[in-house]
């Protein structure tokens, strides 16, 4: 369970207030999940796995015109999809795996909701039918 708040401070260089939001999904993805989650800082996104890739947090670069302008994308893949008004995207990129955006501008909104959106997209990574891949 180790923070690097170096790399974290360059992700979020160009929309520094979504790293307190940020903060809060880690936290309770280390609390819920396990604190053996590895959490990967890359260019474009940051990965949250236990052997397989089950969500990932990011900047949106193109975003719909309806989106705020300051938020923090929050990704996981299901079995299923998800039909809820906060899911801003779903696709479905193989069959009965879907990969699901929400967008959150608010500490808040990493709610008890969307970690039960999380822990299931944990399951359905370590499982056998899971590729555990959400595409950003």
Not at 5 to 32: C, G
Not at 38 to 65: H, M
Request: proline letters at 6%; aromatic letters at 8%; one cysteine or more.
């Amino acid at each position: 369970m180790e923070r690097r708040d170096d790399e974290l401070e360059r992700f979020f260089a160009r929309d520094q207030l979504m790293l307190p939001i940020y903060r809060v999904l880690e936290d309770r993805i280390w609390a819920e999940i396990g604190a053996d989650v590895l959490i990967r800082v890359q260019k474009t996104q940051i990965t949250f796995s236990d052997r397989r890739v089950f969500g990932c947090a990011s900047l949106p670069i193109r975003r719909k015109r309806d989106w705020p302008r300051h938020c923090l994308m929050v990704t996981f893949g299901l079995a299923h999809r998800v039909d809820a008004p906060r899911i801003a995207v779903a696709t479905e990129p193989y069959p009965n795996r879907w990969t699901h955006h929400v967008i959150v501008e608010r500490p808040d909104e990493i709610d008890d909701e969307l970690m039960a959106w999380m822990r299931e997209a944990h399951a359905f990574a370590l499982s056998k039918g899971g590729t555990g891949r959400p595409s950003a």
